[in-house]
């Protein structure tokens, strides 16, 4: 299992590199062409896995549960998701496709935005980046409402219920919203860095009281110390300024 697994990721690593030096072929066609097959090659990779990621058992088990009435923390959507997968005679196979399928293409519609050969390297980024791709086979809920989030900010939609409908999706969307507010306006360098330091405050001062939230924005995540959720905040606040002052 370990040698498939090894070639499974080696094929990501050696698909992503092609597909950037197609990025420099001349031929449009062949761009799409590439990019298109790239992006199916992540949903199969994502959608069609077994037993990978240390979520993936956990959830078949909550699935299970779900199906079989029993009372648990996610949300209504996720619910009525695999009872209805369970009631056409499917399995958790199938919400994990449905999840793994759904994230990919609301990254791939996000990055519409710009020419094919950056939709190619961004692709390549999303695919190769630690946090990213891989690390969305756990998280099933969190990363589709990351990649939901993502979609609806790139495209600029900013139609209230579309970003309520987050919550639904995953409930620590809610630390999201205020993107909303932001959307429409031009935002100084300044109010993005008092953004942040606002961020870091809600997780020592607010968070604390929303268990349900916390356990996705807190100094537990990381067990040694709050580094890497600074330094994607960080990250993410530096590219929405870039943004939206482009």
Excluded at 1 to 30: D, G, N, P
Excluded at 123 to 129: E, H, Q, V
Aim: hydrophobic content about 55%; some cysteine; overall charge positive.
């Amino acid at each position: 299992r370990s040698t498939e697994i090894y070639f499974v990721y080696l094929a990501l690593i050696i698909t992503s590199y092609i597909s950037v030096l197609v990025s420099f072929h001349r031929s449009k066609e062949v761009k799409y062409v590439v990019y298109v097959l790239f992006s199916l090659f992540l949903i199969c990779m994502s959608g069609f896995r077994h037993d990978v990621g240390v979520d993936y058992m956990p959830y078949a088990v909550l699935m299970d549960n779900i199906s079989n009435g029993l009372a648990t923390h996610t949300e209504w959507l996720f619910n009525s998701l695999v009872r209805f997968a369970y009631s056409a005679g499917f399995d958790y196979r199938l919400v994990f496709f449905f999840y793994s399928l759904a994230t990919v293409v609301l990254v791939v519609r996000g990055i519409k935005v710009y020419s094919i050969e950056s939709r190619i390297l961004y692709l390549t980024i999303y695919a190769l980046t630690p946090l990213m791709f891989l690390t969305s086979f756990n998280g099933i809920r969190q990363y589709l409402c990351v990649s939901y989030l993502f979609f609806l900010w790139m495209t600029k939609r900013e139609n209230k219920v579309l970003w309520l409908f987050s919550i639904l999706i995953h409930k620590s969307a809610i630390l999201a919203l205020p993107l909303f507010f932001l959307l429409s306006r031009k935002i100084s360098v300044a109010m993005w860095v008092i953004s942040l330091c606002v961020l870091i405050l809600m997780e020592y001062l607010f968070l604390e009281s929303y268990k349900d939230i916390t356990i996705y924005f807190s100094r537990n995540v990381v067990k040694s110390d709050m580094t890497m959720v600074y330094l994607n905040i960080i990250v993410g606040v530096i590219g929405l300024v870039f943004f939206k002052n482009s």
